[in-house]
């Protein structure tokens, strides 16, 4: 078989044009429907069990998978699995979300008087109400009719890229109801480097042992004591005075400046050659700010200060924004 490029081109740009006319037309149709699917998921003081068979079970692992994560409970159930078993899985403060394009699936149908007698609702998404699964939900999520991309006419593409937007349409439309923060996105995105750079500064500076304090008044040799005693031997001195109000800092910079002197001024006070109102950052603030402030600043440390003040709780390093890979 010859490969024709003009062909698989030409296809290509035909099934893009039919799941975006396909989008389109989902996009014109929605109203008070999706409004009352919106408000059920909300109201529900369970999970959101995501139900679906084959491609659309696919579909719907993706839907329950974006719910979990944006503050909405989820968890998929498999309908052949549970039919053998794993609808003890359900419970009846739960709502289930059956995906189905023709809404006449076998396994999918067979669930809905169990469902029913389990005392959980359904929400389903599939063609038409007038199906057998729209008939016997308690609320309807229309996909309308639109041709396959396939060019038999068989294989789920545009009906799925259908049920894909209109879960994330959902899901999207509860986070905002729900006004889910950026920090609690973080709580749920612990390892990636979206939800690193959504933690507080306060979750990873150093602190305790490991922050660099000296007095006002003491001496540069003392200053480089500190530096070098601290764990994880810091490049900068934090200078504070008796109530830990933060006046000044001293860096390594520093030192090399005070190298071409001579003498070297090693006992003369801190305060003669800290770096007075240097930067500092918030315990409350987002690392992901924190990063920005690092590289407008051109510095490689700031001290860290209690929400409103200026009592130094910690110190945060560029090396340190390097380990959680941001």
Known sequence: MVFDT??????GLEVLRLEADALQQLAQQLGPSFAAACDAVLACQGRIVVSGMGKAGIIGRKISATLASTGTPSLFLHPGEALHGDLGRLRPEDLLLALSKSGATREIVLLLPAVKAIGAKVLAMCTTTESPLGQHADWVLELGEAPEACPLGLAPTVSTTKMLALGDALAMAVLESRDFTREEFARFHPAG?????LMKV???MRSGSQLPLIKSGQSVRDALGVMTRTPGRPGAALVVDEQTQLLGIFTDG??????DTSPLPLDDAIDQHMGVHP?????????????????DAHV???????????????????????EVQL
């Not at 480097?193 to 750079?197: A, D, E």
């Not at 520093?254 to 190298?259: H, I, V």
């Open 279 to 295: 930067k500092f950052v918030e315990e409350q603030t987002l690392v992901g700010e924190v990063l920005r402030l690092f590289k």
């Open 254 to 259: 520093d030192l090399r400046r005070l190298a």
């Open 193 to 197: 480097s979206l939800g690193k750079s």
């Open 6 to 11: 003009s062909r698989a081109l030409s296809r």
């Open 202 to 204: 306060g979750e990873m």
């Open 300 to 322: 490689d440390q700031m001290p860290v200060v209690a929400t409103n003040t200026t009592r130094v709780v910690g110190l945060v390093d560029v090396q340190d924004l390097l």
